[in-house]
């Protein structure tokens, strides 16, 4: 831990030791919990959150509503808290990391925190990394929350909008960070206000919280649409790389993954392409296509960055080692690696919306998190979330006997003193977890494991869905186990196997579906189709019976045999990553052992060791030349935990990098967002037209009528031509009004004429209808120059680092750049609202007898409904504008009164004009009935 880590946390001493004094007090408060009833314990809930109304303070409550939940977990799990578990929850309330041991029980930690944050009435998120984790921690904590009287809901990556509302309506809602993102993002882009889902962004719990706000903070997460298809550009790309050389054609940094063409690469490119000059595109494309697809052929690599899955590029998460379902590559380097591989290149994307995971946790008026492993992030977590670490002291102390490194000259030894290591310790019983980087060398040694005949399990993204049940049964005697380092976060390794997936895997072996709800029967059908039944609950009982006898004999076995060893084949850019990986073994006291092996020739000591390396390795093959021998050298020691810090720093650089800038577009999507919600939420727009339509005149009349500039000189046609693009009519003219000279006559009476248009519109169309058609057209506007805007900025920032080369700094540059371009696109928006407004032609038409099933409106896509025709982003602006005339009122607004249908002539409906209403009486030709002067077809009756 660096200095200014050490000076931070200087006082966490002081800090637990005033929590212990709140454990004596909650410790103090169990016997009088354990004397209440169910329902005595459960009205607590009620009395807590009258109290909070009242005015008292949660933190208030914190002893009693803690000393609460540890009584109903002991009812609902079996579960007691321990004291240090009891001070993981305070630490949490208090908005901070606990940093607790692997096994210490952090998934019960959070039901501390969340009840107690939860009796406000207040929402509380609790963050998983994946879908699995999120499920099986609502269901299994959810029985604490539901005994205490609250909801729990559950979020899912593909769940319909319409089964989130209630979910996150609940007290308590678990879900993954990503689909919070994504939520959030969604909820802003819709176009009625029922349509959102989340309801605020009070208190979050992070679990894995390294993971999540550091491992993953580099990509921010994106909702994107079809954009331009260039399928063929790519396919020819990927079709000239193979034969490209490295050092001749191309110069490459693997260390910080760039890569350039050399002008002999250049050359031989554009000569397989048929193209002259690359660089002379007038799309200005080719030049992004040619380095991505240089990236996709020599930098990105199959069974590594990403697997072929059903003929499917799918992205490999590089610190979990699962795939990541749903994500893509921007810039069109997924298009170029699904050329490279010879799969469907899908279209590009454009970014209809976009946050990183930094400003979206930034949201939460209180943001928490907990993991096994976080001091050594500890400066990064204050500087970006203002997130202090804690560090939790064990239930048990740690008796897990961590080996020093073991390093060899080259990979091929590394790997074979290793498999030669696991076959002694599982001749001898011991369960082995081994930890590797990637696909590609999990599968390696799996191939040197079965040629020695050890019977093993290899986890990796290719068979992720068993992840959770494989590890869980890592602990059992002579189990073997391959696994990516991160693999099986959030999942316990217990010593001799866990009881209850043990269990549930005899009932498969006996024909039941142990996750079929018993009170469901088989139906014929099913029964036919071999659907395996739901076991009784004493069939359960059994399995568990027997399954927890076999899990103790092999648990004693298992101790006898040293615990379980957790052998490394690589260290990890992050040294956080390495001590994960450690603490896998040794949990709640448990015996057990880790080792290292490593070789000179492993990614991190070649890209950065540096000369030292070199040396050693010279060293190595004098002293010793045979290469099956390992070294302990506290110098190669040295030079790993240099190349790690290295690694960390330049990491750490990319996602402030990452995050500064978007910073700057932070600023402008809060404004978008806060005025998208507005008008969710029934901002009046109509009281603003008057306001809106003056600023637009005057904006044009100052441009081309002068004050204090005799009228001569003025640009009145310029006036007159924006005046007839406004409301579409060519009948104002600034020679026809008696100004003498003084333009704000001449911007009064343009004022008056746009808003008699617009009356006219409203008078027509009714107020109701008149303000939910305003509505869905600003949101159009808005949504659509938004859109936009973030388009332009993708192109800026990936050019923006050029003007370090004149000088000048990149990110001040964006910032400036980011600034113009936002004003550029809020200045003509509600310009473009009114023109759209003022131009929009209503249509009369007749009520529709609309049938179920029947579409209302036609155009080149059909819907259902008004509804739906809102919800699509891609239906065009008459069809909203219809839309929201007839959500508003049920049925399409008629201008014109229509007689009602003769019910048994059979003939055609018929309008009938009403003789009391001049304008319905009125011809084309005749003078308006209003008095202007003009004739009919030219004024009240243009839109008859």
Known sequence: MGFLSKLLTAGEGRQVKKYEATVSRINALEPDMEQLSDEELRALTARFRERIANGEEADALLPEAFAAVREASKRTLGMRHFDVQLIGGMALDAGQIAEMKTGEGKTLVSTLAGYLNALGGSNVHIVTVNDYLAKRDSEWMGEVYKFMGMTVGLIQNGMPPADKIPAYQADVTYGTNSEFGFDYLRDNMVTRADRRVQRGHHFAIVDEVDSILIDEARTPLIISGAGSQAADTYRKFARVMPGLVEGTDFEMDEAKRTITATETGLVKIENRLGIDDLYNDPSG?????????????????????????????????????????????????????????????????????????????????????????????????????????????PNKPVIRKDENDLIYRTVDAKYIAVANDVKRRHDAGQPCLIGTVSIENSERLSRLLDKRGIPHETLNAKNHEREAGIIAQAGRVGAVTIATNMAGRGTDILLGGNPSIMAGDMLVQQGFDPERDPASPLTEEEVEAGVKPAPTAEQRALALKQAKAITAREHDKVIEAGGLCVIGTERHESRRIDNQLRGRSGRQGDPGSTQFYLSLEDDLMRLFGGDRMDRIAAMMAKSDPDENMPIQASLVSKSIESAQRQVETMNFAARKNVLEYDDVMNLQRKAIYEERNAILDGKDMTERIPEIARDCVEAVVDANCPDRTPSDDWDVKAVDRWMAEMDGRSDFHVAEIDHEDDPDAVIDAATDALLAVFDEKRDLLGEGAMSNLEAQVMLRIIDTRWMAHLSDMDYLKTGIGLRAFGQRDPLVEYKNEAHRAFGEMTSGMYETFLRTLLRLQIVPQEAPQVDEGRDVLQGNVSYSSPEAVLEDSSATTSQRVQAAAQASQGVPQVPVAAAPRPASTGKPATFVKDRNDPYAMAKPNDPCPCGSGKKFKKCHGRNR
């Open 285 to 393: 494309q080719l030049p992004n296509h040619l380095q991505q697809a240089l990236k996709a052929q020599f930098l990105f690599h199959r069974d590594k960055d990403y697997v072929v899955v059903s003929k499917e590029v799918k992205i490999v998460d590089e610190f979990t080692g699962r795939i990541m379902e749903g994500r893509r590559w921007s810039e069109g380097l997924h298009q170029a690696i699904e050329a490279k591989e010879h799969v469907n290149v899908k279209e590009e994307n454009q970014t209809l919306a976009t946050i990183t995971l930094q400003n979206y946790f930034r949201l939460y008026d209180k943001l928490s998190g907990m993991t096994g492993t976080a001091m050594t992030e500890d400066s990064e977590f204050r500087q970006i979330y203002n997130l202090p670490v804690t560090a939790i002291p």
